[in-house]
Nanobody
Framework: QVQLVESGGGLVQAGGSLRLSCAAA????????MAWHRQAPGKQRELVASTTSDGDTSYANSVKGRFTISRGNAKNTVYLQMDSLKPEDTAVYYC??????????????WGQGTQVTVSS
């Protein structure tokens, strides 16, 4: 069994930065496809950024050039660096991905989410 735990959310002024972390707990061998999603009040959950096991990345147009997804030196961590934050970035951010453990791969795992609030 695996668990994704997000951290790093909080309140920040517009123009500021936050760094979200997603740590996978369990007998982790590797993180495969990983992504960050977000859901604002009254809106559908949307894909913000993703990365493949080969290191390819993609971003939503709304965050391109401002957000960066990366993998940590530890094999079980993914980050989302968020710069030049805007009030419209306010949402609950979720980590999601496919995780390989010593006994198999767990697909489409989700964390519990971390709140990001950007004040104007």
């Amino acid at each position: 069994q695996v668990q994704l735990v997000e951290s790093g959310g909080g309140l920040v002024q517009a123009g500021g930065s936050l760094r979200l972390s997603c740590a996978a707990a369990g007998s982790i061998f590797s993180l495969r496809r990983m992504a960050w999603h977000r859901q604002a009040p009254g809106k559908q959950r949307e894909l913000v950024a993703s990365t493949t096991s080969d290191g390819d990345t993609s971003y939503a147009n709304s965050v391109k050039g401002r957000f960066t997804i990366s993998r940590g030196n530890a094999k079980n961590t993914v980050y989302l660096q968020m710069d030049s934050l805007k009030p419209e970035d306010t949402a609950v951010y979720y980590c999601n991905g496919d995780i390989t453990t010593l006994i198999g791969t767990y697909y489409d795992q989700w964390g519990q989410g971390t709140q990001v609030t950007v004040s104007s």
